[in-house]
């Protein structure tokens, strides 16, 4: 593991009303370079507060994180935001853009030459496996759900970050479409050697996809690690968010015949 993580919190505490809802409670975690982090837990449980404090979409009270070695109260929150892609739960596209303009606009917004852009966005809607030429002068309301994630992603990965947070990327989206998108973006990130951080509700969705998963209730960081050493926690919370991806995989085991077409 680098000595160095690309993203640290060390511990990270954000309340919000006064004072009287506290969102994350002194929390340390480290991401490793390279690392595609799943942080699982319940509505309320502050995963989304602790992914946005990364990019500074809002402040932390207390504690320090940092990012590629960097104390993120000193970078300017619109030049840190550039270097780090994210990806908004239901695409979070400019409705007035096309899909080139919305993949575009970081890579605009930082100078790039036109002609340099739209190489960039043809390639990146080859990577999320998007035709060019049926998408690029598409508008948002014109796409399926499934089509807008692929063009959120486009667009997170437009300017060439090296890390990419993600917030319920695929949670609004089909069974189907969820399970290729989430494999298709597990494929970018260790295609492109991204560190990633996912924000999700679902356990079976974090084991399938990530390197190693944080759980998080309350504001607190409750265990973190492989799914295996998750499954050696003693915390109660833990032990029921892991049993419920077996008890599916045990009924589907006994609801699915053992062999002919999966």
Do not use: C
Not at 8 to 34: I, N, P
């Amino acid at each position: 593991m680098p000595s160095t993580p690309l993203i640290a919190y060390a511990h990270v505490g954000k309340t919000f009303d006064g004072g009287r809802v506290v969102a994350v409670d002194d929390v340390s975690l480290d991401v490793a370079e390279g690392e595609f982090l799943a942080v699982v837990g319940g509505s309320g449980s502050g995963k989304t507060t602790l992914l946005r404090l990364a990019n500074r979409l809002i402040e932390a009270d207390a504690g320090s994180i940092t990012v590629e070695g960097e104390e993120v109260r000193s970078v300017d929150p619109i030049l840190l935001r550039r270097r780090i892609g994210y990806v908004f739960q239901s695409g979070g596209l400019f409705p007035h853009l096309t899909v080139a303009g919305n993949i575009g606009i970081t890579p605009k917004l930082l100078g790039t030459p036109p002609a340099e852009i739209s190489a960039r966005v043809d390639e990146l809607l080859d990577l999320v496996r998007l035709d060019r030429a049926q998408y690029r002068g598409r508008l948002p309301h014109e796409l399926s759900g499934g089509e807008r994630q692929r063009v959120g992603v486009a667009r997170a990965l437009a300017a060439k970050p090296r890390i990419v947070l993600m917030d319920e990327p695929f949670g609004a989206l089909d069974p189907l479409t969820r399970d290729a998108l989430g494999e298709d973006f597990r494929e970018l990130h260790k295609t492109l050697g991204l560190t990633t951080v996912m924000i999700t509700h679902d356990m079976t969705e974090a084991i399938l996809l990530a390197d190693r998963i944080a759980v998080m209730r309350g504001g607190k960081l409750l265990a973190q690690g492989t799914p295996a050493e998750l499954s050696d926690s003693d915390d109660a919370y833990v032990g029921e968010l892991l049993r419920t991806p077996r008890r599916q995989a045990e009924r589907l085991g006994a609801l699915l015949p053992r062999d002919g077409a999966a």
